[in-house]
């Protein structure tokens, strides 16, 4: 049975391109898929080149950056498949892609997604960081400002797509964009809350710890 599923592998990619990453994403999808008692997997990245991200909710109007401009700051742009609006990735975020059976506790998408917020809220409190949810938002917040992003797929209840979380990211990169289309709203990052030099790669080990404390997992490497 799906609930007997309690290990998950996890592969730190380092930096690396946005559509490499997916194309990862959706084999291990397909691998879940395919074998429900085997193991679940997470991919730990930053992606470089950065890259604006939409998702079935996106729209133009939220892209404020025409393509050259883009083109000019070495920005991607793709569509995506999960939810929600536009959002940015680049290095300086730590991105994690859970490809999981969100059926092993129990049929609920919103429930997961409310699982991925609370790990970055154990993660974020482990640095003395006191972060929240806002209601009728998903993501995580610090204050008024957004420091992590969600947005999740599911393919025959197989997650894929995950969260970003802002390390320490060019922030100024958010200023094309309205990010998750939610306008007058700011964005922050680890670095600037600490007012001191922290890495993503920092972060890897703490976050397998709160992953496991809310999913139950014990996690390996691949």
Known sequence: ???????????????????????????????????????AYMLLVEHDPPVITRGRRGGD?????????????????????????????????????????????????????????EVLIQLLARFDIKAKRVEGFTGVWVGEEKIAAIGVAVSRWVTYHGFALNVCPDLSHFGLIIPCGLKGKAVTSMAKILKKEITPEQLIEPLLECFHNVFGFETHTS
Not at 5 to 17: A, Q, S
Not at 20 to 30: A, D, N, P, R, W
Not at 68 to 81: N, R, V, W
């Open 61 to 117: 109007e939220n892209i404020l950056a025409s393509t050259e401009l883009l083109k000019a700051k070495g920005i991607e742009l793709h569509d995506t498949a999960r939810g929600g609006d536009v959002t940015y990735h680049g290095p300086g975020q730590l991105v994690g892609y859970p490809i999981i059976r969100v059926d092993r506790k129990g049929r609920s998408v919103h429930g997961y997604i409310r699982d991925l917020e």
């Open 1 to 39: 049975m799906a609930q007997n599923m309690k290990e998950l592998i996890y592969t730190n990619l380092g930096r690396m391109p946005y559509a490499q990453v997916l194309k990862m994403q959706l084999g291990l999808v397909e691998k879940v898929k395919a074998c429900p008692e085997g193991p």
